[in-house]
């Protein structure tokens, strides 16, 4: 059993930054693939970005692609998403989450295993 709790959600102006963390306990980190996904008022909870087990792969949706980056630090048991030039459009709950499996489709929320309980982050305009 893995326990996912995310912190680092505020409100912030659009063009600020704002890194969000993602600790787990239960098991270690090392042997799961992470992933962020947000959901905003009204919407499907939407794949943001994941990260292999080693690091050396990365995905992110293009709506953050070169705004974002998801990083880990197997050592801590954490994860993070570092988010820069944020806009009003990722005004969302945001989601970590943990699979154990490889997986083509890591945009699925159906393919991870275990889910945090969200952080919130407004951005005005």
């Known amino acids: 059993q893995v326990q996912l709790v995310e912190s680092g959600g505020g409100l912030v102006q659009a063009g600020d930054s704002l890194r969000l963390s993602c600790a787990a306990s239960?098991?270690?980190?090392?042997?799961?693939?992470m992933g962020w996904f947000r959901q905003a008022p009204g919407n499907e909870r939407e794949f943001v970005a994941d990260?292999?087990?080693?690091?050396?792969?990365?995905h992110y949706a293009d709506s953050v692609k070169g705004r974002f980056t998801i990083s880990r630090d197997n050592a801590k048991n954490t994860v993070y998403l570092q988010m820069n030039s944020l806009k009003p459009e990722d005004t969302a709950v945001y989601y970590c989450?943990?699979?154990?499996?490889?997986?083509?489709?890591?945009?699925?929320?159906?393919?991870?295993?275990?889910w945090g309980q969200g952080t919130q982050v407004t951005v005005s305009s």
């Open positions: 990260i292999n087990w080693s690091t050396s792969s990365a």
């Open positions: 239960g098991r270690t980190l090392s042997s799961y693939a």
């Open positions: 989450a943990a699979r154990r499996f490889y997986s083509d489709s890591y945009t699925s929320k159906g393919v991870y295993d275990y």
